[in-house]
């Protein structure tokens, strides 16, 4: 199986809390690129692709930051991971953050 990635991405775990509609979890990241991340969710029932999440990510030495992203995927092997994209424009905070955590990996 080819991998259709475009974008370069670090594997980082962060926790996250998720929002979903009236429906809250818990998850962490697993890896990031600078548009979005694929993450495990604990969520009932889990995410749908197309579905909007708010997601929490807290970043160690930078804190809590907001992001909404749109589930692009959902695992059919993997209970709870989705890949998710996220909506524009990015935190600043985050885009830097991402940014420092590719550079350090290339």
Do not use: C, K
């Not at 990635?5 to 429906?23: Q, S």
């Not at 009932?44 to 909007?52: D, F, K, L, R, S």
């Not at 992203?69 to 990015?90: D, K």
């Amino acid at each position: 199986m080819s991998d259709l990635r475009t974008r370069p991405r670090v594997a980082v775990n962060y926790e996250l809390a998720v929002r979903l509609g009236e429906r809250v979890g818990r998850g962490e990241t697993e890896n990031v690129s600078d548009i979005g991340a694929m993450i495990s969710v604990q969520l009932e029932p889990p995410p749908e692709a197309g579905e909007v999440l708010a997601l929490v990510v807290d970043i160690p030495a930078l804190g809590a930051i907001e992001v909404e992203a749109v589930v692009r995927w959902v695992s059919t092997v993997l209970p709870g991971m989705v890949g998710v994209e996220f909506e524009q424009p990015v935190p600043t905070a985050l885009a830097v953050h991402v940014e420092g955590l590719l550079a350090r990996a290339s």
